[in-house]
């Protein structure tokens, strides 16, 4: 049985219970103490900073050619903390209750109350660095709701808080790297883990310019690497990242949990074409004053403005009349998708739903005319306030918006369609962060643990900042209090000569296969199985032949690829073909936990388990457990369960009516 | 609608490089400039040559990675907008399109469109934060700030940092960068402490880095996909000068 090492005591006093007993180590022993960490987004330069300054010698590995690049940068509506400076009822309680009950259920208790527990500091810490959070003309900071949630605990810098955070972390990062505590490796990839004796103990990563692969020694190594979102090939990912540093993991040993949770967020910019390289996300703030709706009568072709009130169907007003339209991701998806395949969307794909502004310029621009004391405002007058307000909280989003498809969204609502956002699912950590293989760590979206089977928004700024800033500085002096007599390991030691063979054996063969179809056109491939089959509604027919077809195409994959140029060079196409070789064993593991799970939860959508109205049904009395997968070569996994027991969040019915 | 390009292509750092010429066929007006590429890349790949190698990750306009000199303008036609947020509206069919990388000596060309822009890091790292350790700070709203400070404050700390400013400048120029993060953190009361000390170290990094030195023209505020102030180099020159007369060592 798995050992999630949750501290003993009630949930409210496990974390300081915790901190108060765990091991120290002492300033000089830390300076002799090594730390890698793959990753530079929120996670990786939070852990990589905190670290340094702490005095550990940190090296840290981004395949990007600048730590700030990191996805992290791209999140956009806000960070959630239960500071409750709104006054509306708000606790660390409320906080964590709100993110098992997102969650559906199928997240440890004992991590999330942890988790709401720092969101505070978080805050703090952030403003402290220079963040330019939004504020209140007192000079206090301002906040948003968010999905899931009836408290207004979001903080947030425009549409690009993502953007903002990760500076912070960057900037504190770069600091320990002038101060000499910590040595950057940027354009590296990670491609190996170094184990020995059962322990982490380093990698193996490549110079993507010269090609050349190093061995690094680590007293321990941490994952901050990330989600695993483009095994569907087109999502709202970066076009780099990847799954490697997890899946290299997983094959060494380290479980990986329940792979299946995938979040597909449900307002995004369609799709437009076959050429299509990814999706873009519209921040799901745009649910706090944008309303969702599509045409009441099916395949109506009228332009929206023409459409009359009483012929529109808020469909998430309707049927969720206490959340409306901010009920969370996962429900919020499944609504667009119902109407859509009943016949109702729009566009000319008929793929995509409104997200309407015009009641929120209109509201909007009459409470500013009332500001200014103009009492009978002309319609012109509200409208032109209403933009200015508008363009306010979200002007960069309706801009990148009429980038992208050329329409103006302050006129025409605008037309969006769930996509592949984030995966709740991740390496199996247990309450230390750690592995199953030990001094091998997995921090933020990398790892499994709290967000359960559906991510509420504005959760993974949170989780990411908490584990770098405020859980791995003390879980990892824990493991490495008994590590201070362990020298550093030289890399001539036999594990790492045999690691980098390895590695270079599977360079050799992917460059040796000189196939004829592109790396670009197998990740398509695998994607279209994927979405189709294991997406936002899955079923035990389409999984067991997405398993086969997978299998299919990976074999086709290692005879036809083709990969151009050479290994010891600056080679991108070389980098996808490794990425997409992980992608196409994960996929397949994704497939397997999905059959594997026969009940409906979160983003995990099983057909055969729905309410009579449509909802997601769970069956606690099943699959209340996490599953951990065991990697046992190729196509084969052992099943580990990690039965969840909840003391103070009782699983009822998710109900957002 | 049918093109053709114009691509710099390089080996690496040593090789001298050229332009070599693409006929593009039936790109549609809705691809990216980027997703052009991609097809373009596809095609290469398929007759077994070599795929021109470029900067791009996050194709939302906020990682600052993508880095292409378009018909002699850093990411192309559109204003604010960054090279995978151009699209091929912007073109029209039998267009001539001119592809180059970053021109800086401060960028060395690593590959094709691909520039090293690890200079700015380093000017980073000479000073671009505020000295807190983690678990230092006070409650986040201890210090109110006023909206319009904290507003200015994040309208500089929008940088995406993908060095067009530097590129579109006719000498190479970094002070739009700098100035942005020192402009950022002055607005601030968080980084008064460190104020002095930040402008220096900031400015003699970036001319230790081989930077140009800035004639007031414009250029990098016209080009700026975030459409990041000329006003942040001006505040960064009185920061400068202020702490060149107050700074006691």
Redesign the interface.
């Known amino acids: 049985m798995l050992d999630a090492k949750i501290p003993a005591g009630p949930l409210d006093k496990k974390w300081e219970n915790y901190k108060g007993h765990c091991k120290l180590v002492n300033p000089a022993n830390k300076r002799s103490l090594e730390v890698i960490i793959v990753g530079t987004g929120l996670a990786g330069a939070s852990a990589a900073a905190s670290l340094g300054e702490l005095g550990y010698k940190v090296k840290a590995f981004c395949f990007q050619d600048s730590p700030r690049r990191a996805h992290s940068i791209a999140a956009q509506g806000g960070i959630n903390a239960a500071k409750n400076y709104q006054n509306d009822g708000d606790s660390v309680y409320r906080l964590f209750y709100d993110t098992v009950k997102g969650g559906d259920y199928r997240a440890r208790e004992a991590n999330v109350h942890r988790l709401a527990e720092v969101s505070g500091n978080i805050i703090d810490q952030c403003v402290a660095q220079g963040v330019p959070f939004a504020r209140e003309y007192g000079g206090l900071l301002s906040n948003r709701s968010f999905g899931g949630t009836q408290v207004q605990r979001t903080f947030y810098a425009a549409g690009q808080t993502g953007q903002q955070l990760l500076l912070g972390a960057y900037s504190a990062l770069e600091r320990q790297v002038a101060l000499g505590n910590v040595t950057l490796y940027n354009r590296h990839e990670m491609l190996e883990i170094v184990k020995i004796d059962g322990k982490a103990r380093g990698i193996i990563a490549r110079d993507l310019i010269t090609g050349k692969l190093e061995r690094h020694f680590g007293h321990a190594v941490l994952l901050a690497s990330g989600g695993y979102g483009n095994v569907f090939f087109l999502s709202t990912n970066a076009m780099g990242s990847n799954v490697t540093a997890a899946w290299k993991a997983t094959r060494k040993g380290a479980f990986f949990g329940n792979p299946c949770y995938t979040q597909i967020h449900p307002t995004c910019i369609p799709v437009s074409g076959d050429h299509q390289s990814k999706l873009t996300l519209m921040s799901e703030s745009l649910r706090n004053d944008g309303r969702i709706w599509v045409p009441k009568k099916k395949d109506d072709n009228r332009k929206p403005a023409d459409i009359p009130e009483d012929e529109r169907d808020y469909y998430l007003e309707r049927r969720y009349p206490a959340f409306g339209n901010l009920v969370p991701r996962d429900v919020a998806s499944r609504a667009a998708k119902e109407r859509c395949d009943a016949g109702y969307g729009v566009g000319s794909s008929k793929q995509a739903v409104y997200l309407d502004y015009a009641a929120a310029i209109e509201r909007y621009g009459k409470i500013e005319a009332g500001k200014r004391g103009v009492h009978s405002p002309s319609p012109e007058l509200v409208r032109q306030l209403g933009v200015e307000v508008v363009a306010e909280k979200y002007g960069n989003l309706f801009e990148m918006y009429e980038k992208i498809t050329g329409e103006n969204p302050y006129e025409v609502p605008m037309r969006i369609y769930p996509a592949v956002h984030y995966t709740m699912g991740g390496l199996w950590v247990d309450y230390e962060l750690m592995t199953t293989v030990p001094g091998l760590y997995a921090l933020g979206e990398a790892n499994f643990s709290d967000h359960g089977a559906n991510r509420l928004g504005a959760s993974a700024l949170m989780q990411g900042l908490a584990d770098g800033y405020f859980v791995i500085p003390y879980t990892i002096g824990n493991y490495l209090a008994d590590e201070i007599r362990t020298k550093a390991i030289p890399t001539d030691h036999p594990a790492f000569v045999e690691a980098e063979q390895q590695v270079k054996a599977n360079i050799d063969r992917l460059m040796s296969i000189k196939g004829t179809k592109s790396v670009d056109s197998f990740h398509r491939r695998l994607g279209k199985i994927m979405w189709d089959k294991c997406g936002m509604a899955r079923n035990e027919k389409g999984l067991k032949e997405a398993i086969e077809e997978i299998k299919a195409l990976r074999a086709e994959f290692w005879k036809d690829v083709r990969i151009p140029g050479t290994a010891d060079e600056f080679n991108p196409e070389l980098e996808k073909a490794g990425r997409v070789a992980d992608f196409l064993e994960l996929g397949e593991l994704m497939c397997i936990d999905a059959l594997n799970r026969r009940e409906s939860c979160g983003g995990h959508f099983r057909e055969e388990s729905q309410t009579e109205e449509g909802e997601a049904l769970r069956d606690d009395a099943n699959f209340a457990y996490v599953a951990a997968w065991e990697y046992k070569g190729d196509s084969s996994y052992e099943l580990h369960k990690e039965p969840l027991i909840f003391e103070e969040a009782k699983p009822t019915q998710r109900s957002y009516k | 609608m049918n093109l053709t390009l114009k691509v710099w292509r390089q080996?690496?750092k040593n090789d001298q490089g050229r332009f070599e010429t693409y006929q593009v066929q039936d790109i549609?007006s809705?691809?990216?400039f980027?997703?052009m590429f991609?097809?373009l890349n596809?095609r290469?790949?398929?007759e077994?040559?070599?795929?021109i190698?470029f900067?791009?990750?996050?194709?939302?306009?906020?990682?600052?990675?993508c880095s292409m000199h378009i018909n002699g303008r850093a990411h192309g036609p559109?204003a604010?907008?960054t090279t995978c947020?151009?699209?091929m509206?912007a073109f029209k069919d039998g267009d001539t399109i001119t592809v180059e990388p970053w021109r800086a000596s401060a960028f060395p060309v690593?590959?094709d469109l691909?520039v090293?822009?690890?200079a700015?890091?380093r000017i980073?790292?000479?000073g671009?934060?505020?000295?807190?350790?983690?678990?230092?700070?006070?409650?986040?709203?201890a210090?109110?700030?006023?909206?319009d400070k904290?507003?200015a404050?994040?309208a500089a700390?929008?940088c995406?940092?993908c060095g067009a400013c530097v590129a579109a400048c006719k000498n190479s120029s970094a002070m739009l960068f700098v100035s942005a993060k020192v402009s950022?953190?002055a607005l601030?009361p968080?980084?008064d402490p460190e104020r002095s000390t930040r402008a220096l170290n900031m400015v003699a990094q970036m001319d230790k880095e081989g930077f140009g030195s800035c004639t007031n023209t414009g250029a990098c505020e016209a080009e700026c996909p975030k459409e990041i102030s000329l006003t942040n180099i001006a505040r960064l020159n009185r920061e400068f000068i202020r702490s060149g007369f107050t700074y006691e060592k």
């Not at chain 2, 077994?48 to 795929?51: A, H, I, L, S």
């Not at chain 2, 671009?128 to 709203?141: K, L, P, Q």
Request: aromatic share 4%; proline share 4%; glycine share 12%.
């Open positions: 080996k690496n549609s809705e691809m990216s980027l997703e991609d097809v596809e290469l790949i398929n077994g040559k070599e795929p190698a900067d791009h990750d996050c194709r939302e306009g906020i990682c600052g990675m559109w604010g907008t947020q151009l699209h509206r690593l590959k691909t090293d822009r690890g700015f890091d980073i790292e000479a671009g934060y505020i000295s807190v350790n983690t678990g230092n700070a006070v409650d986040a709203n210090i109110p700030i006023p909206k904290a507003d404050a994040f700390a929008a995406i940092g950022q953190l601030l968080q980084g």
